[in-house]
């Protein structure tokens, strides 16, 4: 009895999740690899002037963000690199200043 209970409330949650992303999808909430894509399609599919704007739009905004990613990483692994140079400076009570 407990069982059917708790197995019926999971796919009653299961299903209000999956039609909660199934909206946000369809109102463009997709990810932007998701729209850059489905744009990318759009144009191949009907190359008209309104989706070739759209799609360099949404690939600006994609490059930015892979750009502004790329760029996260590189100073964390800078901020790392720094760290750890100072450490082994300290063993020689110096210090390592860029």
């Known amino acids: 009895m407990m069982k059917k209970k708790t197995q019926r409330e999971f796919s009653t949650a299961r299903f209000y ?3 909660s992303i199934a909206m ?3 109102m463009g909430c997709g990810s932007l ?3 850059e894509r489905a744009a990318f399609e759009l144009v191949t599919n009907e190359p008209n ?4 704007q759209s799609y360099l739009k949404l690939a600006e905004e994609l490059q930015r963000k892979q750009v ?3 760029r996260q990483a590189a ?3 800078t901020y790392e690199r720094d ?4 450490e082994y400076f300290k063993q ?3 210090t390592y200043k860029k």
Do not use: T
Request: aromatic share 12%; net charge negative; with cysteine.
């Open 17 to 19: 999740f999956c039609a």
């Open 24 to 26: 946000f999808s369809l």
């Open 33 to 35: 690899e998701e729209r």
């Open 49 to 52: 002037q309104e989706n070739i």
């Open 68 to 70: 502004d990613e790329a």
């Open 75 to 77: 100073d964390a692994a």
């Open 83 to 86: 760290k750890e140079l100072n």
């Open 92 to 94: 020689y009570g110096r």
